[in-house]
């Protein structure tokens, strides 16, 4: 899925490479960080460090993603062996998001290798009728629904495949506006979706459990999504207008598609390939949605279980026996396979890890007393800015644990209500839409090949600074009439 690109080696990347250097040099010369011990400090480094050259982009994201891995020794922080503080480089590389990439992968190569996505492509922009924007639209729909009621790697994982398909049907490369819009509409759609219920990620499942541990309140799955539905209703339509005015998508010609209609007639009936390909993707979309049914008769399977499971099956399913032909074979899968988003994605969590664990998180977290002198809604405004920002360089789930019990107390300092406070901290712990490494569901679209770093920070900076400006609106004028929690 990834297309190679010939680049320049700019002056942002040169500059990228000695900031980054110079940055971690700083941090570890200064004598002391005040509330950070040395592990904290020397973990702070290496984030600067990645987090310049993953944004600047010197050497290969994959290559600085290794960096934990060639780094961590050296600078004491972690080794072959867990530390005192806690720190494993090694295990986040095959963590289970890794696995279900390998799945989503596999099953989006099968679908080209039988030329099936010519079929789905025709018959999505049959459908859509021939505006770039509304296809992009529908791709954004489908995917934010989906992930109201599943993860949000999953509903990426299930749309992603068939936004490919359709791109390379019509012929669009990673250059196109079109296929950089919709490359992030996709998991864009999936993060603002998954705040629709308390089920929409594992943030939210987590922020649930906090709250009722810190508070004592309860939060029904009714009175969450009070809060959450307006957020997806407003977000989806407008991030999808603002990616399609940032990439021009307006001006964009499908082509010719008047004969959509007779090409596919001209495809004929579907051959034994296809019908295997397609009953074998109705069936994997299938089982990703109801897994949690699929769970009570198989209680160990999880849904990078799932996406393993249907990736090596594909090597199982005959098409012709007797010549040996089967819906997937190795030649492909290693050609269609990209590795170096597993490493990317292995970066990313091990980083959140060292982010948590070297105590980064609760540092930035203990640092908001400035807040008091600031009136209720430019608090929600400021922890809505920090957490989203904070989140593109750890995982959500670690940015609403380590913030959470500090912002229940200044709440309770400050009198007010703390589950205004616990709410904003959680929803806005979404907003990762800048970086391959700010949420799983980015580092799966950034792997397809059709959206560069630029385009992402490009992209997602503007439907951040959306949401955040949109946050203390939906939030006062919308969420809080209709629900009872504040």
């Given at each position: 899925?990834?297309?190679?690109?010939k680049?320049?080696y700019?002056?942002?990347?040169?500059?990228?490479?000695?900031?980054?250097l110079?940055l971690?040099?700083v941090i570890?010369?200064?004598?002391?960080?005040k509330?950070?011990?040395?592990?904290?400090?020397?973990?702070?480094?290496l984030?600067?460090l990645m987090?310049?050259?993953?944004?600047?982009e010197?050497?290969?994201?994959?290559?600085?993603?290794?960096?934990?891995?060639?780094?961590?020794?050296?600078l004491?922080l972690a080794?072959?062996?867990?530390?005192?503080a806690?720190?494993?480089?090694?295990?986040?590389?095959?963590?289970?998001?890794?696995m279900?990439?390998?799945g989503v992968?596999?099953?989006a190569?099968v679908i080209?290798?039988?030329?099936?996505?010519k079929?789905i492509?025709l018959?999505?922009?049959?459908?859509?009728?021939?505006?770039?924007?509304?296809?992009?639209?529908?791709?954004?729909?489908?995917t934010g629904f989906v992930?109201?009621?599943?993860?949000?790697?999953?509903a990426t994982?299930?749309?992603l495949?068939?936004?490919?398909?359709l791109l390379?049907?019509?012929g669009?490369?990673?250059?196109?506006?079109?296929?950089?819009?919709?490359?992030?509409s996709?998991p864009f759609?999936?993060?603002i979706g998954?705040?629709g219920?308390?089920?929409?990620?594992?943030t939210?499942?987590?922020?649930?459990?906090?709250m009722r541990?810190?508070?004592?309140?309860?939060?029904?799955?009714?009175?969450?999504m009070?809060v959450g539905?307006?957020?997806?209703?407003l977000?989806?339509p407008i991030?999808?207008?603002?990616?399609?005015k940032?990439?021009?998508?307006g001006?964009?010609?499908?082509?010719?598609t008047?004969?959509?209609?007779?090409?596919?007639?001209?495809?004929?009936?579907?051959?034994?390939a296809?019908?295997?390909?397609?009953?074998?993707?109705?069936?994997a979309i299938?089982?990703?949605?109801?897994?949690?049914?699929?769970?009570?008769l198989?209680p160990?399977?999880t849904?990078?279980?799932?996406?393993?499971?249907?990736g090596?099956?594909l090597?199982?399913v005959?098409?012709?026996?007797?010549?040996?032909?089967?819906?997937m074979?190795?030649?492909?899968?290693?050609?269609?396979?990209?590795?170096?988003t597993?490493?990317?994605l292995?970066?990313?969590?091990?980083?959140?890890?060292?982010?948590s664990?070297a105590?980064?998180?609760?540092?930035?977290a203990s640092g908001?007393g400035?807040?008091?002198?600031?009136?209720?809604?430019?608090?929600?405004?400021v922890?809505a800015?920090?957490?989203?920002?904070i989140?593109?360089?750890?995982?959500?789930?670690?940015?609403?644990?380590?913030?959470?019990?500090?912002?229940?107390?200044?709440?309770?300092?400050?009198n007010?209500?703390?589950?205004?406070?616990m709410m904003?901290?959680?929803?806005?712990?979404?907003?990762a839409?800048?970086?391959?490494?700010?949420?799983?569901?980015?580092?799966?679209?950034?792997?397809?090949g059709y959206?560069?770093i630029?385009?992402?920070?490009?992209?997602?900076?503007?439907?951040?600074i959306?949401?955040?400006?949109?946050f203390p609106?939906v939030?006062?004028f919308i969420?809080?009439?209709?629900?009872?929690?504040?």
């Open positions: 899925m990834e297309q190679t690109k680049q320049e700019s002056n942002t990347k040169k500059v990228g490479l000695f900031l980054g110079a971690a040099a570890l010369m200064l004598p002391e960080i509330g950070l011990d040395d592990v904290g400090q020397t973990a702070l480094a984030t600067a987090i310049t050259w993953w944004i600047t010197p050497v290969p994201i994959w290559v600085t993603a290794l960096l934990p891995i060639a780094f961590s020794p050296l004491g080794g072959t062996k867990t530390t005192e806690g720190i494993n480089v090694y295990s986040n590389y095959s963590s289970p998001v890794v279900l990439s390998i992968f596999l099953l190569a080209e290798k039988w030329n099936l996505h079929r492509a018959n999505i922009v049959y459908k859509m009728g021939d505006k770039a924007t509304m296809i992009i639209f529908g791709f954004a729909l489908a992930s109201m009621f599943m993860s949000n790697v999953t994982a299930m749309m495949p068939i936004g490919v398909a390379r049907q019509l669009f490369t990673g250059e196109s506006g079109f296929a950089k819009a919709l490359g992030l996709i759609a999936a993060s998954g705040l219920t308390m089920i929409g990620s594992g939210n499942v987590s922020g649930v459990g906090l541990e810190l508070a004592g309140i309860d939060i029904t799955f009714f009175e969450w009070k539905v307006p957020f997806v209703v977000l989806i991030s999808v207008f603002a990616l399609n940032i990439f021009k998508v001006q964009i010609s499908l082509g010719d008047s004969i959509i209609g007779n090409e596919l007639k001209a495809l004929g009936p579907m051959s034994k296809e019908k295997f390909t397609t009953v074998y993707l109705i069936l299938g089982g990703f949605m109801f897994r949690a049914q699929l769970s009570k198989f160990l399977l849904d990078e279980g799932f996406a393993v499971l249907i090596v099956i090597f199982f005959p098409v012709d026996f007797k010549k040996g032909i089967f819906l074979d190795s030649k492909t899968a290693i050609r269609e396979i990209s590795w170096s597993f490493l990317l292995g970066g990313a969590l091990t980083l959140g890890d060292i982010f664990k105590g980064i998180a609760k540092w930035i908001l400035f807040l008091e002198a600031l009136p209720e809604i430019a608090i929600i405004f922890i800015i920090l957490v989203s920002f989140t593109e360089a750890c995982s959500n789930f670690v940015v609403a644990s380590a913030f959470l019990p500090a912002i229940y107390g200044i709440a309770l300092q400050l007010i209500n703390p589950m205004l406070l904003t901290v959680t929803l806005s712990a979404s907003f839409y800048m970086l391959p490494t700010g949420t799983p569901t980015n580092a799966i679209a950034f792997g397809s959206i560069d630029k385009d992402m920070i490009k992209g997602g900076f503007v439907v951040k959306i949401s955040i400006l949109l609106i939030m006062y969420a809080a009439p209709l629900t009872t929690l504040f």
